[in-house]
């Protein structure tokens, strides 16, 4: 397990405080982050119907998986093995039933069929049909929604979760620096992102790095006008600029950083917006400190680049940490206008203020720490536009 039974059996009784304040008293979870802070159960099975059960009478959750997936939980949860329930296989992916079926008979079999059940109705693994299955085979229960009930109890963390999140970061640091590093004239894209794969997953000589939940995105050319594009088996040429938008990941907690390089000199106008950017990054990290608001941060990086006549219509930061594919987000708070959130220690934030023009743009990020009196930076990176003339990068020491 990533964590001792106490730190555990402490988030379950938040979890519970919160179904109380909901009048949830079972609450099912599909997300696989949330099953993960609750139960430490850590596989790569969540493309197949699974679920955390938990109820507000009973010491420990309840787990049902596909049944070649239990040992898995035994391996990695502080669970009983009374409280693995696995379903058989001929469930998967079936047209005749359905994972749901089974959960919903196991909970009639435990009397938790008219009680008030809460489920996480907007998350990537909980479907439609999810949903349907659910309130046919459980007639007499209340349904209520659940989403991010868990998630915003994840929004602060404990001191060990800080302590991953900075390993994570200093296998980002190496793995930026590593595709920095071998981005030039004539290298394909590919082979960039597979150095940078390789660091994400070596890690250090003394902890090893877990797979992000998501790829090294990775856009170069006229297409850094938009941030989500990964790579192709293109080479780069003089004078493009690429953006790398990455993150370490160790046992699962995440550190994203971004930055942004160009082969030989920049034009003036990427090199104008490098420098609002980062103006508009530092002005935001010399601001951050518990009792604001998120939307104050937002409103500091408005007001120091207004003079620029840039606008950023999209968000400028937002929660994270622990996380699986496809995203690292906690979608609780973010940083925008209107979120007033406010912060408080160890909540963790990846503050992106990225720029993305018609045809060009521009990221450089930072994934921070909110601490007693201010923030701390996870990685230690320089912010500015990364300039690679050669072989060399001229000013990224």
């Known amino acids: 397990m990533s964590f001792g039974t106490t730190e555990y059996q402490e988030r379950i009784v938040k979890t519970k405080q919160r179904m109380v304040e909901k009048g949830i008293e079972v609450l099912l979870i599909t997300d696989p982050a949330n099953m993960n802070y609750l139960s430490g159960y850590d596989g ?19 787990w049902i998986g596909r049944n070649q997936d239990t040992n898995g939980a035994k391996a990695t949860s502080w669970l009983y093995h009374e409280n693995l329930i696995p379903y058989p296989d001929d469930y998967v992916q079936s047209d005749t039933k359905h994972p749901m079926d089974f959960v919903a008979d196991i909970l009639k079999q435990i009397g938790q069929d008219k009680r008030a059940v809460g489920v996480e109705m907007d998350n990537y693994y909980f479907t439609a049909k999810c949903y349907e299955q659910l309130r046919k085979g459980l007639p007499n229960a209340e349904f209520k929604d659940a989403t991010l009930l868990v998630n915003w109890i994840r929004l602060i963390k404990s001191d060990t979760e800080i302590q991953y999140m900075k390993r994570a970061a200093t ?54 006008s938009t941030p989500h594009l990964t790579w192709t088996d293109d080479r780069y040429k003089k004078g493009d600029s690429v953006i790398l938008e990455l993150a370490g990941c160790y046992k699962r907690y995440h550190s994203p950083l ?54 950023k219509e999209s968000r400028l930061g937002y929660a994270m940490g622990l996380n699986y594919p496809p995203d690292w987000g906690e979608h609780t708070a973010s940083i925008r206008k209107g979120d007033k959130t406010i912060l408080q220690p160890n909540m963790t934030f990846h503050l992106i203020p990225g720029i993305w023009l018609d045809q060009y ?36 020491n």
């Open 44 to 62: 790569w099975s969540f493309y197949v119907h699974q679920m955390l059960i938990v109820i507000d009478d009973e010491d420990q959750p309840i």
């Open 361 to 396: 743009g521009f990221e450089a990020s930072e994934a921070l720490r909110v601490t007693a009196i201010g923030c701390e930076t996870f990685a230690s990176l320089p912010r500015q536009l990364v300039i690679k003339e050669g072989a060399l990068e001229t000013n990224f």
């Open 258 to 311: 971004a930055r942004t390089v160009n082969i030989g000199q920049p034009s003036e106008r990427l090199q104008s917006l490098s420098g609002i950017v980062v103006e508009g990054l530092n002005a935001c990290l010399d601001m951050i400190k518990p009792g604001i608001a998120c939307e104050e941060i937002e409103e500091t990086w408005r007001k120091t680049i207004h003079k620029s006549g840039i606008v």
């Open 171 to 224: 296998i980002v640091e190496k793995a930026m620096i590593d595709g920095i590093g071998m981005i030039n004239e004539g290298v394909r894209e590919c082979d960039v992102a597979a150095k940078i794969f390789h660091t994400q997953i070596t890690g250090t000589k003394e902890f090893g790095g877990d797979y992000p939940a998501i790829v090294p995105l990775l856009p170069s050319g006229e297409k850094t």
